[in-house]
């Protein structure tokens, strides 16, 4: 089996087609969507919808990795009907919400609504998240189903790995978007292997694939002037990265998107 891990597509519709068209999977392989389907670009309903038709036709496995942006329209979605005064201070904070909403049939929000949180690897010690691992987690679940049973703190925490960027420095707690200090690491820096080789988006990386010790990160900005990049690990041989443009956006200011790590792809099949 082939599996073809894709990061963040955020609403490139034609990038995603593209780079589909060109992984040729078959009978019997597997795609992984990274997360964060919708928002920032052009077509997110389209997008949605094009992956959850995929999903019924398709001769290959697809699994869709939960992300932070699909969390937060399921979230508002649910509460349109159970908190409608939170469902509007979402909307007026986040007018995309209610626009896409809007657009997504039963069946769109259904597929969406299975997304996984993550998802193992084991021929190739990988563990698929969207966001990465805080640096004080001590335990991971060994299934979706088991951290679907967890309620409350413990939940909750377990939930940060959909968001995770920067941890602290001196306990490696998780920190939210805009809370780091500068001496605040990126996540996967001082991550040290211990629940896997972890395949995450959510970071964008304009450079191209982020290539860490024991992570690789797979958003290359494909919404923002970047490409749409897959991690391949096929049946036999290599890892390989496969790429397509993404959208020409306008240039970028300088600084904008952390600079590239390294090029060395660390991963390989467990001996």
């Not at 597509?9 to 995603?16: E, I, K, M, S, T």
């Not at 040729?24 to 990274?34: F, I, K, S």
Request: aromatic share 8%.
């Amino acid at each position: 089996m082939t599996t073809a891990i894709i990061g963040d597509v955020h609403g490139a519709l034609q990038p995603l087609e593209a780079l589909i068209a060109r992984l040729g999977l078959g009978e019997g392989d597997r795609l992984v969507l990274l997360g964060d389907l919708v928002d920032k670009g052009p077509d997110p309903a389209g997008t949605v919808k094009f992956v959850r038709q995929l999903s019924e036709t398709a001769p290959f496995d697809l699994v869709l990795v939960e992300g932070n942006h699909e969390d937060r329209h399921r979230r508002y979605h649910q509460n349109l009907t159970e908190r409608p005064k939170i469902a509007r201070q979402m909307a007026e904070a986040a007018p995309d919400l209610a626009a896409l909403d809007a657009q997504l049939s039963p069946a769109d929000r259904a597929f969406l609504a299975r997304a996984v949180p993550f998802l193992r690897l084991p021929a190739w010690g990988v563990l698929v998240v969207h966001g990465g691992i805080p640096g004080d987690m001590r335990s991971f679940p060994e299934s979706a189903a088991r951290a679907s049973e967890w309620q409350g703190k413990r939940a909750k925490a377990f939930r940060k790995v959909l968001r995770t960027r920067y941890v602290s420095a001196a306990t490696g707690e998780f920190l939210a978007l805009g809370h780091n200090r500068p001496d605040d690491p990126f996540w996967a820096d001082i991550y040290d292997g211990r629940f896997g080789h972890v395949v995450f988006g959510h970071q964008p990386w304009l450079e191209g694939p982020a290539c860490f010790a024991h992570a690789t990160g797979l958003d290359t900005a494909a919404v923002h002037g970047g490409r749409l990049t897959a991690l391949v690990l096929p049946d036999a041989g290599p890892p390989r990265f496969e790429s397509v443009p993404g959208i020409d956006h306008a240039p970028r200011q300088a600084g904008e998107w952390p600079a590239h790590p390294g090029q060395r792809l660390t991963l390989a099949r467990p001996r």
